[in-house]
């Protein structure tokens, strides 16, 4: 059986780039796989200045994806569009063009707002891997909009709280980063942080960004609904461009899902859900 042991690595079955850099310096197996694991920063939809999508999509316009990708990532993820279709995802259209740094545009829409002095808001986080420095990017991006995000980054036991709407900085702040492990397919990104009714109070779901949109909820049921990949593809492409518009929540990037073995280790099998078959693994 490979194992990982102090000092020796045969097989780490996950690592993540924040921490890892040594394994991905050189003299280890690193294997790569796309996932739909990523981060979500919501925006409350319900609470100004963020009741107006121009708003959102103006700090959505702030980030440099591709810089982002590179410098919390050496390069191991995807962009996001920020909708919850990865490009992992066979159903995810890609006709959407891919939203960009545009700091012009993104002052263009909150002057059209009433807000071309910005404003001030509280992100609140998990110090979690790359998370706190993602929060920060995501300050310092806004900035030049004179929009001040003053960051709170807690442990997870106190950012979740209870996990419900009122016990839960998750679910209750202005702006809100939370991470998301992989699934393989978008049905969960697309209803429990999205849905109209896990926007409401007492529901116990996971809306932070509390948007409600009764032609989003049409589309994803719809999607879910769908059992063809042609259908999916059409449905998906409606829902990104819905969610580029509203964006309630950003999608700036899916990180791949790393696993590394010592150099004389072949024939590991991971998955990005976790799974670790070792029947073909062989050490030389």
Request: proline content about 4%; glycine content about 8%; hydrophobic content about 45%.
């Amino acid at each position: 059986m490979l194992a990982l042991t102090a000092g020796n690595i045969d097989v780490l079955g996950q690592f993540a780039v924040s921490g890892g850099e040594q394994l991905l310096a050189g003299g280890y197996n690193v294997i790569k796989l796309k996932s739909s694991a990523h981060r979500e920063l919501s925006m409350r939809c319900d609470q100004g200045p963020f009741t107006d999508p121009r708003v959102r999509r103006a700090i959505a316009l702030t980030l440099d994806r591709k810089a982002i990708v590179q410098a919390l990532f050496k390069g191991y993820a995807d962009l996001g569009n920020d909708s919850p279709f990865a490009p992992v995802f066979p159903s995810t259209n890609t006709s959407a063009a891919q939203r960009a740094a545009n700091v012009s545009e993104a002052k263009s829409l909150l002057a059209a707002a009433g807000h071309s002095a910005g404003f001030s808001t509280e992100l609140i986080t998990e110090n979690f891997l790359e998370i706190p420095q993602f929060a920060q990017v995501v300050a310092q991006a806004a900035a030049p909009l004179g929009v001040k995000i003053n960051l709170k980054v807690e442990s997870s036991s106190a950012y979740y709280g209870k996990a419900t709407f009122g016990n839960s900085d998750w679910l209750d702040a202005p702006m809100s980063l939370v991470d998301y492990g992989h699934r393989s397919v978008p049905n969960v990104f697309l209803t429990a942080p999205l849905e109209t009714v896990s926007a409401k109070t007492g529901t116990g779901a996971w809306n932070a960004a509390h948007f409600a949109n009764a032609q989003y909820d049409k589309l994803a049921a719809q999607y879910i609904a769908a059992i063809d990949l042609s259908t999916q593809r059409s449905l998906a492409g409606q829902i990104e461009t819905l969610l580029l518009d509203q964006t309630p929540v950003i999608f700036a990037y899916f990180y791949n899902y790393l696993t590394a073995t010592a150099s004389n280790v072949s024939g590991v099998y991971p998955t990005a859900i976790g799974h670790l078959f070792l029947f073909n693994a062989t050490k030389g």
